[in-house]
Nanobody, 121 residues
Framework: VQLQASGGGLVQPGGSLRLSCLVSGFSLDIAAIGWFRQAPGKEREGVGCFSSRDGTHVADSQKGRFTISRDNFKNTVHLQMNDLKPEDTAVYYC????????????????WGQGTLVTVSS
């Protein structure tokens, strides 16, 4: 199983980014995909998750700004981030597990390498 997160970069406050998580070796019909982020000096934080069984879930602190969706043709899950704030600056990771959607890092078995999002003017 391999996960490849991409789409990070530098964006101004109020801007948008779409992150992608390409999943290999694990069908999205089975896997739950979690999105997490880790800012410098802080613990890893759950952003949201997707599974075919449970749909999507976004953490309360990001609701209204972040959405998660699945690309049915590319075995990819996207994290759309709008109205970005400096406090959203972090390395964003996607992860996979065979189980229900969960926004708890230790429940995931597979992790991608992370993609850096920097929100700054």
């Amino acid at each position: 199983v391999q996960l490849q997160a991409s789409g990070g970069g530098l964006v101004q406050p109020g801007g948008s980014l779409r992150l992608s998580c390409l999943v290999s070796g694990f069908s999205l019909d089975i896997a739950a995909i979690g999105w997490f982020r880790q800012a410098p000096g802080k613990e890893r934080e759950g952003v949201g998750c997707f599974s075919s069984r449970d749909g999507t879930h976004v953490a309360d602190s990001q609701k209204g700004r972040f959405t998660i969706s699945r690309d049915n043709f590319k075995n990819t899950v996207h994290l759309q981030m709008n109205d970005l704030k400096p406090e959203d600056t972090a390395v964003y990771y996607c992860s996979a597990r065979d189980g229900p959607c969960a926004v708890v890092a230790h429940r995931y078995d597979y992790w991608g390498q992370g993609t850096l999002v920097t929100v700054s003017s």
